[in-house]
């Protein structure tokens, strides 16, 4: 017996739930510096230590039009030396439909870039691939946990009010 009709909403009938809709997405701003090029590919057995942060960032662009933003920053050392840095921002349109207000922050900087981040992985792979060096492959993020974080800072950073 084939079901494969009933998946997913039947035709004419209207969605429930939050809708979220990718609309486009792309490359904000994307930088590779090789500063050592070529010597700095000469490291021998010496593999660098790399540093990376990942950051996110949303803003309504309309009623139900949202951008939220992945930014990805890896810096390469050998001892003091920078061997290459990568600083990326990617970035998506979203159309965001029924979801209550308090929902809204949660789905732009979580969900929204769990939905980009495998994209942007992608982008420093490969520019740091045709960088002359080993694709760097990220590891994956927790972004509720990045949310949370983020949060509790904002939280610790409200001015006291006067008295």
């Not at 921002?89 to 809204?104: D, H, K, N, S, T």
């Not at 949660?106 to 740091?128: G, K, N, S």
């Amino acid at each position: 017996m084939n079901d494969t009709n009933n998946i997913g909403p039947q035709a004419g009938a209207e969605p429930v739930g939050v809708v979220i809709q990718v609309i486009a997405q792309y490359v904000k701003d994307l930088s590779f510096e090789n500063p050592q090029a070529p010597g700095g590919l000469l490291g021998g057995n010496v593999a660098p230590s790399i540093e990376a942060s990942v950051d996110v960032a949303a803003r309504r662009l309309g009623d139900v039009e949202f951008e939220s933003e992945l930014k990805v920053t890896a810096r390469a050392r050998r001892g003091e030396v920078t061997v290459f840095l990568v600083e990326l921002v990617y970035g998506a349109l979203f159309r965001i439909e029924r979801a209550p207000q308090e929902l809204l922050e949660p789905i732009l900087l979580i969900e929204c870039p769990r939905l980009l981040f495998p994209f942007a992985r992608r982008v420093v792979a490969d520019v740091t691939r045709d960088g002359g060096f080993a694709p760097l492959l990220i590891d994956p993020i927790d972004f509720a946990s990045l949310y949370q974080r983020q949060r509790a800072q904002r939280q610790n950073e409200q001015p006291v009010g006067l008295a």
